[in-house]
């Protein structure tokens, strides 16, 4: 059975107010789309989660859809520090989102656990650390310090992570969901495998022949998926390998934009509420700032060697 | 002995100084900036068999233009192993594969413990940065870690406002506690005045070099704790002409290490 639908659909059947979310990317593979439709559909209360969230989870605060972050990381890259992350944390504006900090080694590791069904996972980082001294609504369940029950040294246990829903966006997948990434992959693979549900937001949909031609690129598995979204662009200005790059001019829009609370207002406005969907965002960046910039994007090919896995 | 060159901007050195920390053979994780630019020089001069990967999952980039983040377009084709993060920061990095972590900090202390986490009281911040991301388990993990900051009494502290990215904690005995090797942690402070390097018994920094247009008393003057002076206490050696070469005609030809200018690295 297809389970292809509209971003809007997948949206708003499957993300809830309250619900903890997993959203998948690393720079790359940034599901844009998504994170545009949750903004207009208003959903609030989420808790959210990946290892170094970037501008992305800085506008889902910034518009208030976030109640509860588990972090590790949050800035803009180039552009220097999350104006709304800040302006969240440091003047309660919008509100003043509760923060769970973990690292880019616990985090992948707490939702790798999740997807194994494991109840929790000893670590090696965070020791000696202030990320030990700090707890929010995770408390004494942030960490546990045991001593190893094998040789006695002090050991760090940190919970397993199941989202409700994980969104990821990929190059391609099947109409069932049978998803597959190539290039750099963050914690994409084990965030989606964790979570209850996936939502998989993709460059092309293609035949389920196609997906086993090279199966091995596949992340995740038709059953774990509820939707596929067909979003070409969809992950700008986050980069697609294979298909377009990042847009650094419009990093610096939204920088330049998030400085003030007025300035994101008027950025959402323009390119969150006052766009239906993906196809009309891309619309409005073209007459923005013409087809060639657009087409600037896109990536060269360069294809490898088809691999065979013929016996 | 190679030619010098007089005619350097600060960053460079700076640079030049964190390739001379790598040997042949190193495993080099890197953030972006700095690091990169300082691994590839080593990997050009005397340690062609030095090799990078970065947090986001990749081994041995070969990237065509400078990467401006650990997850950049530029990292993914050519490279010869691209995975996830499991795969670097577990696999590799908790693995003890790494034998260099490169980190810079918005504050560092004597003790080569670090704070990207926040300036001023951790509930109310007078500034809230990024968080701990991968620092944290590269600055416990890695076998020798190179600490990037700036020379002010504002970025350098006795003790930082938050440890987010453990160097020697209070000092000796402190990582044995956690059942982290004695022997491994925060190698030097490089900063726009000289380089710190950490004593291997009292594992505080002291000053090591300064750079040519600095002096001890100058840096004395700018650092919060009473920070010793080597005996052998010397100037900085200047980027030779090949150090220079590599920088500018192979690794950064667009010149982007010129940013750093602005963020006061002069």
Not at chain 1, 108 to 134: E, R
């Amino acid at each position: 059975m297809s389970k292809v639908m509209t971003m809007r659909e997948a949206i708003a059947e499957h993300v809830h107010d309250g619900d903890f979310l997993f959203i998948g990317g690393y720079v790359c593979r940034t599901p844009f789309a998504a994170i545009h439709e949750i903004i207009r559909q208003g959903k609030k209360d989420l808790t959210v989660t990946r290892s170094n969230a970037a501008d992305d989870f800085d506008m889902l605060i910034g518009a208030g859809a976030v109640k509860r972050f588990i972090a590790t990381f949050l800035s803009l890259g180039v552009y220097g520090l999350g104006r709304c992350f800040r302006r969240s944390l440091e003047k309660g504006v919008p509100h003043k989102i509760e923060i769970e900090e973990y690292t880019n080694l616990s985090l992948p590791m707490m939702l790798m656990a999740g997807a194994l069904g494991m109840p929790f996972i000893p670590v090696k980082d965070m020791v000696g650390s202030d990320l030990l001294q700090v707890k929010s609504f995770l408390g004494e369940g942030k960490y546990k310090v045991i001593e190893s029950p094998f040789d006695g040294t002090p050991t760090l246990l940190v919970p397993a992570l199941n989202p409700d829903v994980a969104i990821i966006h990929v190059q391609q997948a099947d109409e069932n969901g049978n998803a597959q990434v190539w290039g750099i992959e963050g914690d994409c693979k084990w965030g989606a495998n964790a979570a209850r549900k996936v939502i998989v937001s993709c460059e092309r949909i293609v035949s389920r022949e196609v997906i086993g031609k090279d199966p091995s690129r596949t992340i995740v598995p038709d059953f774990q998926v509820a939707a596929v979204v067909e979003e070409p662009f969809g992950a700008h200005p986050g980069y697609t390998p294979g298909f377009y790059d990042v847009d650094f001019m419009f990093g610096s829009l939204y920088q330049q934009a998030s400085n003030s609370e007025e300035g994101f207002r008027a950025f959402l406005d323009e390119w969150v509420f006052g766009v239906e969907d993906r196809n009309a965002y891309i619309q409005h960046y073209i007459e923005r700032f013409g087809y060639a910039q657009f087409r600037g994007l896109m990536a060269e090919f360069d294809y490898g060697y088809p691999v065979s896995y013929a016996y | 002995m190679n030619a010098t060159e007089t005619d350097y901007i600060k960053p460079e050195l700076m640079a030049c100084c964190g390739a001379r920390e790598i040997r042949d053979g190193d495993l080099v994780i890197v953030g972006t900036g700095f690091p990169t630019v300082a691994a590839n020089i080593a990997r050009y001069t005397h340690a062609p068999n030095a090799r990078m990967m970065q947090e986001s999952g990749v081994y041995d980039a070969q990237p065509r233009r400078p990467a401006l983040s650990v997850g950049d377009p530029c990292l993914n084709p050519g490279a010869a192993f691209i995975g996830s993060l499991i795969d670097v920061m577990g696999m590799f990095l908790q693995g003890c594969k790494v034998d260099v972590g490169f980190l810079s900090g918005s504050q560092v202390d004597k003790y080569g413990n670090i704070n990207t986490t926040v300036i001023g009281d951790y509930e109310r911040p007078k500034s809230r940065l990024p968080g701990s991301g991968g620092a944290n388990p590269i600055g416990l993990l890695a076998r020798r870690v190179l600490i990037i900051a700036l020379h002010d009494k504002r970025r350098l502290a006795e003790k930082v406002d938050f440890i987010t990215t453990p160097g020697y904690i209070d000092g000796p005995g402190s990582r044995a506690k956690w059942g982290l090797p004695e022997d491994q942690g925060p190698e030097v402070i490089i900063t726009n005045k000289g380089v710190l390097r950490f004593d291997k018994e009292s594992k505080e920094a002291y000053l090591e070099s300064y750079h040519p247009d600095s002096s001890i008393e100058e840096i004395l003057e700018n650092t919060p704790w009473d920070l010793k002076v080597a005996e052998d206490v010397h100037e900085t050696p200047q980027p030779t002409a090949e150090e220079l070469r590599a920088i500018r005609e192979i690794i950064d030809p667009m010149r982007m290490i010129t940013i750093y200018l602005k963020r006061g690295y002069v």
